[in-house]
């Protein structure tokens, strides 16, 4: 069964058109992590009246990445072989991307498939320019980056399969680029089966404030998956300088009561 996580908070006017694009593939169930919302995420989901969508709700904001956590275990928990990852606020044309994703996955017996948004690597900032180098570091420690680029499941449209989620640990989903590392040192295969430039995706437009604290998780992360990767403690330091972003809002306390419930 292939199914969808979705996160969302506070995506009123996005989420409908999220969830109807993705009826729109094989999908055959999706997950809608609503964490933290105050405006009508959760109305605008109940008026779809859409079946095979289940909604996990959260009052308080889990922070980034945790609701793929908590979706993840669930998915995996209700039998799904494949499972894609959707921002709720990506309103984008993202349809082709997600069918290749699962295409990969359930034919190609893919483990971990990524989208690639900077096939042409154009630098639209500094904070950009920054992120894109920590993930090149992370690609050529992995020994990637000649077939995978600057992909990562950090941005974007991914998967994974069910095989990658019986040796997980599900917390680790949190870090995204730790996941990447992960399926190398496992020796599972990783490919990235689509592209789609990051302005095409449709996300959300930031302020600097934001985007700033974004860069600084997405390459605190980064060297988290590095770190992990070569048997180190798992810091987020580089050249003295600590790369922390949102990291100190994730709510690992919720994610472990909620998979220690399992």
Do not use: W
Request: charged share 25%.
């Amino acid at each position: 069964m292939n199914m969808a996580v979705v996160p969302a908070k506070n995506e009123q006017g996005r989420i409908g058109k999220v969830l109807t694009l993705l009826k729109e593939t094989p999908v055959d169930k999706t997950i809608v992590v609503v964490n933290g919302s105050q405006d009508n995420t959760m109305k605008e989901i109940k008026a779809l009246k859409m079946k095979n969508i289940e909604i996990l709700y959260f009052t308080p904001e889990l922070g980034i990445d945790v609701p793929r956590a908590i979706g993840a275990h669930q998915a995996y928990k209700n039998g799904a072989t494949c499972v894609v990852f959707v921002d709720g606020d990506l309103i984008g044309n993202i349809r082709i991307q997600v069918n290749e994703l699962i295409h990969a996955i359930k034919t190609h017996n893919i483990d971990l498939a990524m989208t690639d948004c900077y096939p042409d690597l154009v630098y639209s900032s500094e904070l950009t320019e920054q992120i894109l180098l920590f993930r090149s570091l992370l690609n050529l420690k992995l020994g990637l980056y000649d077939k995978i680029g600057v992909a990562t499941p950090s941005h974007g449209p991914h998967a994974v399969s069910r095989r990658l989620m019986e040796l997980v640990d599900f917390r680790d989903f949190t870090v995204p680029p730790v996941i990447l590392a992960f399926a190398v040192r496992q020796g599972l295969s990783v490919e990235v089966p689509t592209k789609l430039p990051q302005k095409q995706l449709g996300s959300k437009t930031r302020n600097y404030f934001h985007t700033k604290k974004i860069a600084d998780t997405i390459i605190g992360d980064t060297l988290e998956a590095i770190n992990y990767f070569d048997d180190k403690q798992r810091t987020r330091c580089y050249l003295y300088k600590e790369y922390q972003g949102y990291n100190p809002f994730r709510r690992f306390d919720i994610l472990e009561k909620f998979l220690a419930a399992d």
